[in-house]
């Protein structure tokens, strides 16, 4: 028995020992493999993952420019109408010191005229003509002065100054833009001008700036700040129109649009494609020029519109491989540290494995021996405890199978009870909105009963005084059945309100909104209270009509029924519609007190009300949201201020979905 216990013993530690140094060495060959693997991968997607961040860079640093330069596009137009305005009010504020100044008025003609012919910017100078176009100074173009302007034979600036003058005589200043002959006899599409009256005189100053010249100013400003712009690894902005025509360093002033790469492409005729078509990366070899390397290129290039430009910057290729290379060899070296690390953490492990095992099997034995007495007590156990579980298992799924039974019924019965008082306050606040129509027809039919009345009385005074003529009577009676009419009418409107048809069909909220309206608007001008609608046409929502209206009643009559109460003065509800999204939207704001944010998560809890006993039912905005949200697919939501609360009613058109989140 001994000797079988420490055969046992040393068979468990050999094979135990075997295992562990087999599972060991497997982790170690497959680490190995698996950090080669892993190393190769690394290789690839490094490299790739630098080319990316690259081309990343020098597309954030185009972009980035292009954005800066189309801004400065944009702007142009007001940097030029501001230049023009600050030298027409310096020009101004000299003729009126020179005036104050002068002895006489026939002095101060002289003196105004002499001090703004000296007011010179580059090619362009201030002129003087009179409220009759008469022109006094004109120093870039002497042969006109004399002249009048009104004369021109040019019929655009002409009309321009007819019109201009005539504003003028309205207001102080004028301005205007219009093609203009230049000083040299050629003609600028577009020249920017702005007129100012000098009243003691009643004459026009005047200055004003060719736009295509300002615009060459400021791209030579935007090339000198592209030029100065310093990218690392000697990189640099470059800049060229459609032509190819160079604009910036290193081929300033060159036409290069037939310079080809050692490979034949033909470099700016592909950059201009690719700029057209919004922009992109182009590879290609550098050419020979003086003080650049003929190597490998990789840039990216992007349109500015409305200047027909393109800019662009790049990388060359062979100094990424450089960096990439020099980048690996670190990244080989570290992982071989790694390795070597590795194997020798798992050798130090083996071996602690082997101890630990020869420790374990002793140990082990002993575990054995103590562990097979204890199983057979519990087998005993396990016996005696197995009868009496099957027994109680039997009694309990008896008991469980009777539960069951018992919570499906109590579960149906709730369900019915909780859905029949749904329908019971459902009716409520039906009926609650019927009072309010009742009271409403009430106050709508008021005026029409008193003039039916007088009407009646005054046939009867007629009669009585002779003068009931047929054509008289016929007059009354006509005028008393068209009054009639309209209050059969509003008794239809009523009925069609409160049809308990529940199909639901397409219809058009701007429909439910008038007839709503019609219904409510007598009860609210009683109360002097203003009603404005802004209806926009939308699309059709599917749903039921009646309980659409239902839920503008409930919140228009809350409406009223807040500024009555609040005492609001001049009280006014507004009612609107747009299509938002194909979202049809209707929104009602009153500007009453708003709702206090202590009651603001209540008001759509069932029975709960802001108003007296006997006043409201608190269940009216309940089943709105019911209406909208629950039977319609839609959405109800409110916002509330001291100034007033707007409710925002959603729903989607028939063309979408017919749930709306």
Known sequence: MTQNREKLRRYYFLTTFAVIAVIIMSIAVGFVIEEHSNFEKAIRTNKQNLMDSKKMTIKGIVDSVAQQVQLVIKESQNNLETRINERLNLAYSAAKAAYAAARSENHARQDIKATLAGMKWGKNSVFIFDMDGNIISMPNQKSLEGKNILGSPNAKPRQEMIEALKRLKYSDTTEFEVEWTKPDGTLSPSKHIMLRRFKPLNWVIGYGEYYDEFIVEVQKKLIAQLESIQLPEDGYIFMSDYTGMSLTKPARNKFMLNVQDFNGKFIVQDMIKLAKNGGGFYEYVMPPFPG????????????????????????????????????????????????????????????LAGVITFVMSNRMQKLIDRHNLEIKRKNEELRSLNITLESKVAEKTVELTLLNASLEKRVKDETEKNREQEHIMFQQGRLAAMGEMLSNIAHQWRQPLNNIGLYIQDIQDAQDAGELSSEYLDKSVHTCLDIIQHMSATIDNFRDFFKPDKDKILFDVNDCIKQSLTLLRAGIENSHIEIRTELETCGKTKGVPGEYSQVLVNIITNAKDALIENKVRNPCITIRSHSENQIAVVSIEDNGTGIPDSIAEKIFEPYFTTKGEGKGTGIGLYFSKIIIEKNMGGKITFESSKRGVTFHISLPEADRDTTYL
């Open 292 to 351: 650049m390397k003929p190597e490998k290129k990789l840039s990216y290039v992007t349109n500015i519109k409305g200047w027909n430009w393109y800019i662009g910057t790049g990388i060359y290729l062979t100094d990424f491989e450089n960096e990439y290379n020099h980048r690996m060899t670190d990244e080989k070296k570290n992982s071989t540290k790694e390795l070597m690390v590795v194997l020798l953490l798992l050798a130090a492990v083996l071996a």
